[in-house]
């Protein structure tokens, strides 16, 4: 007997009277559906069993200078693995170097990164999707998220490398110390791609958060993410027509419900939302408060103690936690108490786990117990809506002819079509705008992300942003019915994407692009798919 079916007799019971409709309900939160995954119950993975695992971190095969510039160039390929998730069962996966989730790069501010991605995956296609893949293997297309980089190398989704081929991108890594990430975002595989595995971490560092912040091994990378299982371990795929992809597993830095020791002192957390649909809601168990100190864009300008906040799809929050007050032997939890129209299941009420020790503190570390009030300015964060040259509307919705997602009526479908020449807004380099994000159709949440900038909220609903993002941004959390207000200056000339960071929506068919500096029809010197093409990888295997 599977789980399901287990699940499904003793949730009939439970739910006396009521039909059996959980396993094809359309979306609410209601927690009909008891699990998503065919495991049985032996192989179905028990909350805070496993032990957190550090992100693995990539080291440069080579560092130069260029006049005075420090340069890393990293390689990572794109290849199948195996991960192990589930105490007995392998999980195939394809990972940046077979790893998942991938590995973490980290540099200083400052510092030139040639990040080298080579396509492995020859003879690799999802079941579906085939025909946005090339006949040879899977097509990549890699974007730094939450990087100004320059258009050729943003990871554009039509900018494809096929298998056998490399691509060397950019980054100048000019911008404040962040959390960032590296993704998959190929044209209608991006949900796929990143679902098997494509997906990492990448931090920029500086002077200011090292004389903030807890640093080394209290500075702790937390990549969250969902899943469901098949009975014999592989990943399962439903993205429910397109609406999302909502696992009944939790994992944490690729491990179910894990568990970390920590010593009774501060610790700062990167939490990235990797999740390809799934929004949380978490707070600890022991109804304290966390310290915000980041958001996408890097550090607020003041720390924020909230008990719990809204994180969608690709959000970042950093945020430090003061285990000074625990007893040895507490286990604090990090719960999630979800938000609407995520589909929800028995055990995705959780996150992960702290225990904490009596192992001895250094409290020659002055982070020990500091929890900073004053942070830092940023370019962003001092932008005025006075400031603002031009104010433009996005609806994010679905099209009641179609059925397919869109904004303001525009898919990516649209923007192939044009020959890549359609665009949502047309700001001029160095403008300041502000733009309105609206959800109108069915009572969806959206975290809609624009590409090259950071954003301040303004507002929410004509009312003040919350606590927690009162921050650099580049992802905005826009609720069933909310109007989101961000405020940006585009410093950067070429063609970017916008698009929503639920993946099933930005692959079918919500996602166009915007136009910086440039005239309609202007030849453009840095076109994202001609401008640093991809070429015949002959390197050899280790790099
Ligand atoms: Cu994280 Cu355009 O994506
Ligand atoms: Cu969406």
């Given at each position: 007997?599977?789980?399901?079916?287990?699940?499904?007799?003793?949730?009939?019971?439970?739910?006396?009277?009521?039909?059996?409709?959980?396993?094809?309900?359309?979306?609410?939160?209601?927690?009909?559906?008891?699990?998503?995954?065919?495991?049985?119950?032996?192989?179905?993975?028990?909350?805070?069993?496993?032990?957190?695992?550090?992100?693995?971190?990539?080291?440069?095969?080579?560092?130069?200078?260029?006049?005075?510039?420090?340069?890393?160039?990293?390689?990572?390929?794109?290849?199948?693995?195996?991960?192990?998730?589930?105490?007995?069962?392998?999980?195939?996966?394809?990972?940046?170097?077979?790893?998942?989730?991938?590995?973490?790069?980290?540099?200083?501010?400052?510092?030139?990164?040639?990040?080298?991605?080579?396509?492995?995956?020859?003879?690799?296609?999802?079941?579906?999707?085939?025909?946005?893949?090339?006949?040879?293997?899977?097509?990549?297309?890699?974007?730094?998220h939450g990087h100004a980089s320059l258009p050729e190398f943003d990871?554009?989704?039509?900018?494809?490398?096929?298998?056998?081929?490399?691509?060397?991108?950019?980054?100048?890594?000019?911008?404040?110390?962040?959390?960032?990430?590296?993704?998959?975002?190929?044209?209608?595989?991006?949900?796929?791609?990143?679902?098997?595995?494509?997906?990492?971490?990448?931090?920029?560092?500086?002077?200011?958060?090292?004389?903030?912040?807890?640093?080394?091994?209290?500075?702790?990378?937390?990549?969250?993410?969902?899943?469901?299982?098949?009975?014999?371990?592989?990943?399962?795929?439903?993205?429910?027509?397109?609406?999302?992809?909502?696992?009944?597993?939790?994992?944490?830095?690729?491990?179910?419900?894990?568990?970390?020791?920590?010593?009774?002192?501060?610790?700062?957390?990167?939490?990235?939302?990797?999740?390809?649909?799934?929004?949380?809601?978490?707070?600890?168990?022991?109804?304290?408060?966390?310290?915000?100190?980041?958001?996408?864009?890097?550090?607020?300008?003041?720390?924020?103690?909230?008990?719990?906040?809204?994180?969608?799809?690709?959000?970042?929050?950093?945020?430090?936690?003061?285990?000074?007050?625990?007893?040895?032997?507490?286990?604090?939890?990090?719960?999630?108490?979800?938000?609407?129209?995520?589909?929800?299941?028995?055990?995705?009420?959780?996150?992960?786990?702290?225990?904490?020790?009596?192992?001895?503190?250094?409290?020659?570390?002055?982070?020990?117990?500091?929890?900073?009030?004053?942070?830092?300015?940023?370019?962003?964060?001092?932008?005025?809506?006075?400031?603002?040259?031009?104010?433009?509307?996005?609806?994010?919705?679905?099209?009641?002819?179609?059925?397919?997602?869109?904004?303001?009526?525009?898919?990516?479908?649209?923007?192939?079509?044009?020959?890549?020449?359609?665009?949502?807004?047309?700001?001029?380099?160095?403008?300041?705008?502000?733009?309105?994000?609206?959800?109108?159709?069915?009572?969806?949440?959206?975290?809609?992300?624009?590409?090259?900038?950071?954003?301040?909220?303004?507002?929410?609903?004509?009312?003040?942003?919350?606590?927690?993002?009162?921050?650099?941004?580049?992802?905005?959390?826009?609720?069933?019915?909310?109007?989101?207000?961000?405020?940006?200056?585009?410093?950067?000339?070429?063609?970017?994407?916008?698009?929503c960071h639920n993946l099933p929506h930005e692959d079918h068919d919500?996602?166009?692009?915007?136009?910086?500096?440039?005239?309609?029809?202007?030849?453009?010197?840095?076109?994202?798919?001609?401008?640093?093409?991809?070429?015949?990888?002959?390197?050899?295997?280790?790099?």
């Amino acid at each position: 007997m599977t789980r399901r079916s287990v699940l499904t007799a003793a949730g009939l019971s439970a739910l006396g009277v009521m039909s059996y409709t959980g396993l094809t309900r359309p979306l609410g939160n209601e927690v009909l559906t008891k699990s998503a995954s065919g495991l049985s119950d032996r192989n179905f993975p028990r909350a805070f069993r496993a032990a957190l695992r550090p992100l693995p971190t990539l080291a440069p095969y080579e560092v130069s200078w260029d006049e005075g510039v420090r340069v890393e160039r990293y390689a990572v390929s794109a290849r199948v693995g195996t991960a192990q998730i589930l105490p007995n069962l392998p999980t195939p996966v394809i990972g940046y170097n077979g790893m998942v989730p991938g590995p973490t790069i980290s540099v200083e501010r400052g510092t030139r990164v040639h990040l080298r991605v080579r396509n492995k995956l020859y003879g690799v296609q999802h079941p579906e999707g085939l025909e946005h893949s090339h006949e040879s293997g899977l097509v990549l297309s890699t974007h730094l998220h939450g990087h100004a980089s320059l258009p050729e190398f943003d990871g554009y989704a039509d900018d494809r490398t096929i298998p056998g081929f490399c691509k060397d991108y950019v980054y100048e890594n000019d911008q404040p110390a962040r959390t960032i990430w590296y993704h998959d975002h190929a044209t209608h595989l991006t949900t796929r791609n990143v679902y098997s595995g494509l997906a990492a971490q990448y931090h920029i560092r500086d002077e200011v958060e090292r004389a903030l912040l807890p640093q080394g091994e209290y500075d702790v990378p937390l990549t969250l993410s969902d899943i469901m299982f098949e009975a014999d371990g592989r990943a399962r795929f439903d993205d429910k027509d397109h609406s999302g992809l909502w696992g009944d597993v939790i994992l944490v830095n690729g491990q179910p419900w894990p568990v970390m020791n920590v010593k009774r002192r501060v610790y700062r957390f990167r939490l990235l939302n990797g999740s390809i649909s799934r929004s949380y809601r978490p707070y600890l168990s022991t109804g304290d408060a966390v310290h915000m100190v980041g958001t996408d864009g890097g550090l607020m300008p003041t720390t924020q103690a909230v008990t719990t906040w809204r994180h969608a799809p690709a959000e970042r929050y950093e945020f430090l936690v003061d285990f000074s007050r625990y007893a040895p032997g507490t286990q604090v939890r990090l719960m999630n108490s979800s938000n609407p129209k995520n589909v929800d299941f028995d055990h995705t009420n959780k996150i992960m786990a702290f225990q904490v020790t009596d192992d001895p503190v250094d409290t020659y570390d002055p982070t020990w117990r500091t929890i900073p009030t004053t942070l830092t300015g940023s370019d962003v964060m001092s932008l005025t809506p006075s400031q603002s040259v031009k104010t433009r509307y996005l609806q994010l919705k679905k099209s009641d002819v179609t059925n397919v997602w869109n904004i303001n009526g525009t898919t990516w479908q649209d923007v192939i079509a044009s020959g890549y020449t359609k665009v949502l807004a047309d700001p001029a380099l160095h403008a300041v705008e502000m733009w309105d994000l609206h959800t109108s159709s069915g009572g969806w949440f959206h975290p809609l992300h624009v590409h090259l900038v950071d954003f301040q909220i303004v507002s929410r609903n004509g009312r003040p942003p919350f606590a927690y993002e009162r921050g650099p941004k580049d992802v905005a959390y826009v609720g069933p019915d909310e109007k989101v207000r961000v405020l940006m200056r585009f410093d950067r000339a070429g063609r970017y994407m916008v698009h929503c960071h639920n993946l099933p929506h930005e692959d079918h068919d919500m996602m166009g692009q915007f136009r910086v500096g440039l005239a309609a029809g202007a030849p453009d010197p840095h076109d994202p798919i001609s401008a640093a093409k991809p070429w015949l990888d002959t390197y050899p295997e280790e790099l």
